[in-house]
């Protein structure tokens, strides 16, 4: 049974463990906290991608933020935006959207401070993520930017988890399979 799956991401090499997601279904868990040299790689991969004009980048709390805030450092931004799984004391007027991931066993809210929607007004926004697998989470990050009057210009994600590769709305780096309870790719 096999219990890694070996990827490579714009040069650098990994090997992900197996997760038992349900008795038939295992994922490969793709976690870049801590991990400088993945999250550059992966963030000058996405950035390479980019042939449209933006202003602003925003991800889901929590694995998109070492990717977000390189790609922003990278460019040079001072600023991103960030979805947070709960209301902070400093946070005012809130936006929030509902989503289900495939990696939670509830449903989430996502919050928006209101301030960073009044800088999202009329902006071209990018959605930056580690995985997509459903598309759920992007699908709710998508919402706060239109509640917050933002454009969504781009979907990015460094890993598109099944069916997603197949999306063509999502701009990615590499392919990432589902795996049977054997630890074995499953047909694309």
């Known amino acids: 049974m096999k219990e890694f799956y ?5 040069g650098v090499k990994r090997s992900l463990p197996l997760c038992r997601l349900t008795d ?19 963030a000058e991969g996405l950035l390479d991608k980019i042939d449209f004009e933006y202003d602003y980048l925003i991800t889901a709390e929590s694995k998109g933020i070492p990717l977000v805030y390189e790609m922003a450092r990278i460019t040079g931004q001072n600023k991103y935006f ?17 989503v289900k991931s495939i990696t939670t066993t509830k449903r ?25 697998s459903t598309g759920e989470s992007l699908r709710a990050l ?12 781009g979907k990015m994600a460094i890993l598109a988890e099944g069916d997603a590769y197949d999306r ?16 074995e790719p499953l047909p694309r």
């Open 6 to 10: 070996d990827i490579t991401v714009n």
């Open 82 to 98: 960030l979805a947070r799984k709960s209301p902070k004391l400093y946070m005012r007027n809130i936006l929030e959207c509902e």
């Open 108 to 132: 989430q809210t996502l919050y928006l401070d209101g301030y960073d929607a009044e800088m999202m007004r009329g902006k071209r926004i990018i959605i930056v993520d580690d995985v997509i």
């Open 142 to 153: 998508e919402q706060l930017v239109e509640q917050a009057g933002g454009i969504t210009v």
């Open 168 to 183: 063509d709305d999502i701009i990615t780096l590499e392919y990432l399979p589902l795996f049977d309870k054997n630890g």
């Open 24 to 42: 038939d279904l295992k994922i490969a868990a793709f976690v870049i906290f801590g991990d400088v040299e993945l999250t550059r790689a992966a």
